[in-house]
C-alpha cells in the first residue's frame, strides 16, 4: 500500500466509521498477511552424453504446455554458459501453489497418457537424462517478488 499523507489519512478518519465491520476486517487481514504457502522447486537434470538437445526439444515442444496443463507454473528454463555442464545440463524453477499440491501435480503429470507417449518416443534411442536433482524452496522475507 502506497504511503498516506497525514491529511489525508485524518480527512478519511471520518469515512471509516461507516465501513461495514467485514469490509473493516477485511482491510485489517491485508495489513497482516498470511505466511504463503507458494513453493519454488528447482530442478536440474543431467543429460545423458549427447542427448541435451534432444531433451531441450522435449522440453520445449511438449513438457513445458503439459507442466501449464497441470498445474506447474514454470518460472524460467537455464542452461550453463560454461563446460562442463555446457553440453549436459538444463536448470529450471517451478512454482506450486503448496508443497502437497506440487506432489499432486507430479503424479497427475506423470499418470498423463500423452507424457508416457512423449516419453516413450523421445527415448526411443536411449534415456536423455542420467540424473535429476530437485530441491523445494520458498522466498526469503527479504527476497524481491517472482512474477
Not at 497525514?6 to 495489513?31: E, I
Amino acid at each position: 500500500m502506497p504511503a498516506m499523507k497525514r491529511r489525508t489519512l485524518l480527512q478519511a478518519l471520518p469515512v471509516a466509521t461507516l465501513l461495514p465491520a467485514s469490509l473493516w476486517a477485511a482491510l485489517q487481514d491485508n495489513a497482516n498477511p498470511k505466511p504463503s504457502t507458494v513453493v519454488y522447486e528447482l530442478r536440474v537434470y543431467h543429460a545423458a552424453s549427447g542427448k541435451l538437445g534432444e531433451l531441450l526439444t522435449r522440453f520445449r515442444d511438449h513438457t513445458v504446455k503439459l507442466f501449464d496443463r497441470h498445474g506447474m507454473k514454470s518460472v524460467a528454463y537455464w542452461t550453463p554458459v560454461e563446460e562442463p555442464q555446457k553440453s549436459n545440463t538444463l536448470i529450471y524453477v517451478l512454482q506450486h501453489p503448496s508443497r502437497e499440491e506440487a506432489a499432486a501435480n507430479w503424479k497427475s503429470f506423470q499418470d498423463d497418457p500423452e507424457w508416457k507417449t512423449v516419453r516413450e518416443k523421445s527415448e526411443v534411442n536411449g534415456k536423455l537424462t542420467e540424473k535429476v536433482d530437485s530441491t523445494f524452496m520458498v522466498l526469503t522475507d527479504f527476497s524481491p517478488p517472482v512474477r
